[in-house]
């Protein structure tokens, strides 16, 4: 099917966005790469970069959409387009931001009149329509949602040790601004007071923490820079930088999946022992695009970067459900045309990818050579409590957070690994450096607790949930088969020399997230066929290993 052409394109799209990327070194200064040069030059790896004397670093922003919790169907479309726009908003005054450093030096009160006041009018309005189109369809509890339209520029925080691993050991201990919830302590992330400067000392700790602090925004961005890599943070200039990645064999062991209490693995020697498997491909036809139907249908560039496509072969940001439902799929059993999506890992070794000079690619930063896995594993597996039930055709699970740099870890699921440590180190946020021989790996278990009654939910996360510690599903909800998706690449590792990154690897993200490991994350919409689905859940039910 090749790179999934449009049907129809009118982006609200981004067409100037980051300009450069706010970098903290020693000294409270920045470093601004410029992505726009990089982004195009032929040795887009050797990025060019100059100081510019200035305080703000990145903008916070409250993420509306995980305010939302009543959503009347009637307001959906209009919701989920303003939300959209929303996004938009905030990727512009990144542009602004970045485009604007000799007038932020001179005007100490630039930042504040000339991007984040507008941004917060602009918002406010959006936020007012996000409002108006709830009470017209009936709904309510939105009267509040203007307080969420003030965004914050966050000053640079000055770099510390970024790159060492302090023996290797990771730090244990993600508060996440006090959200522990039993068991999210030792998680291997330190998310403290600083996830964007780097590492506290460590070399391991995300420190993201100020985790849900001004309503639900963690204080990310915080030294956007991530000190240590005065090339530029990589080939686009937003990202990743050296104190991105670790050693994996200089890792104090952690193999617990899942960050905190999300992402638990559902199943055990217990319960519903069988497991479902779908081969569909490692996205060898190259069905890419930058939309996200789950949270921004209907809008071209909603996700702003790009994914890669298993499975279903029609997924973009118009397609129906009837028209996913009559799709043509990539899996071995003709049963499953279900779809599978997550953002593509990237070498940024210089090369120019065929998006380089696109909305949600190149010019959002998302640039080099896209990667494609060696393996893509998918397989459902049940719960070590009981008996699973079926999933409903057109269910929606987005697991893990696209923004969890900015938004915290409240939903971040990641797991980043090598062959052959699998069983002794699961990274968070870090991308692992794997010895010869060894492949990167990202594995991803879903939410398997469902309401019984929804195949979404207005902030797409409250109609599932993941297991408790001991498998139960919290609230009534009803245990489905756990969908775990297991990912190997063979990448070529990464060499850290004098605190910057050689030919890093990174996830594509938003511009403002600055291709953190934190923010990996994957999609699945369930479109199996009832014949199917029913084979899966006895295979899983009687303990049997079905394909």
Known sequence: MGRNARKRRSPLAVRAVAASAALAIGGGGLVWANFYASAHEENGAQNQTKAAAVQI??????????????????ARAG?????????????????????????????????????????KDKRFAAIDRIRINIKRAGGSGADNLGQFAQCTGVAAAPQTNAGQANNGGQNNGQNNGGQNNGGQANNGQNNQNNQ?????????GQNN??????????????????????????QGGN?????????????????????????????????????????????????HNTDNVIVAP?????????????????????????????????????????????????????????????????????????????????????????????????????????????????????????????????????????????????????????????????NHRTHVSFVQADGTCANGFKAIPQLQVRLVYNV????????????????DTFPENLHKPITDHNDFINFFSQNTMNQMVNCINTGKKCQ
């Open 57 to 74: 670093a990145t903008i916070d922003c409250p993420d509306v959409g995980q305010k939302l919790s009543n959503v009347p169907a009637g």
């Open 79 to 119: 919701v989920d387009k303003e939300l959209a726009n929303l996004d938009n908003q905030i990727t512009e005054a990144y542009a602004r931001l970045a485009s604007t450093r000799q007038a932020q030096a001179g005007d100490p009160g630039f930042v504040q009149n000339a991007i984040v006041g507008p941004l």
């Open 196 to 204: 964007g400067n780097g590492q506290a000392n460590n070399g391991q």
């Open 209 to 234: 923490g100020q985790g849900q602090n001004n309503n639900g925004q963690g204080n990310a961005g915080q030294g956007q820079g991530n000190a240590g890599n005065a090339a530029g943070g990589g």
């Open 239 to 287: 990202g990743p930088v050296a104190a991105d990645f670790v050693d994996i064999t200089k890792v104090q062991g952690n193999a617990q999946l899942g960050v905190g209490a999300n992402g638990l693995p559902a199943n055990g020697n217990s319960g519903s022992t069988g497991s479902f498997t779908t081969k569909c491909g490692t996205n060898g036809n190259k069905n």
């Open 298 to 458: 209907g809008v071209a560039n909603g996700a702003h970067h790009l994914h890669d496509y298993v499975g279903n072969q029609s997924n973009d940001a118009f397609a129906s459900d009837q028209e996913l439902a009559a799709a043509q799929s990539s899996c071995q059993n003709q049963g499953d045309k279900s779809s599978y999506f997550w953002p593509v890992l990237r070498l940024q070794n210089g090369t120019q990818d065929f998006d380089q000079n696109n909305d949600g690619g190149g010019k959002e930063g998302n640039v080099g050579q896209i990667l494609q896995a060696s393996q893509a594993q998918i397989k459902f597996v049940g719960n070590k409590k009981g008996n699973v039930v079926a999933m409903p055709t057109a269910l929606r699970i987005i697991t893990g957070d696209a923004k969890a740099f900015v938004n915290g870890n409240a939903n971040a699921n990641v797991n980043w690994s090598c062959t052959g440590f699998e069983n002794k180190v699961q990274l968070k946020d870090k991308y692992p450096i794997c010895p010869q021989g060894s492949a990167v790996v990202r594995t991803t278990d879903f939410q398997s607790c469902w309401d019984g009654q929804n195949i979404d939910s207005a």
């Open 492 to 507: 070529p590792a990464p060499k850290l020399q004098n605190g910057t990154v050689v030919n890093p690897y990174a996830v």
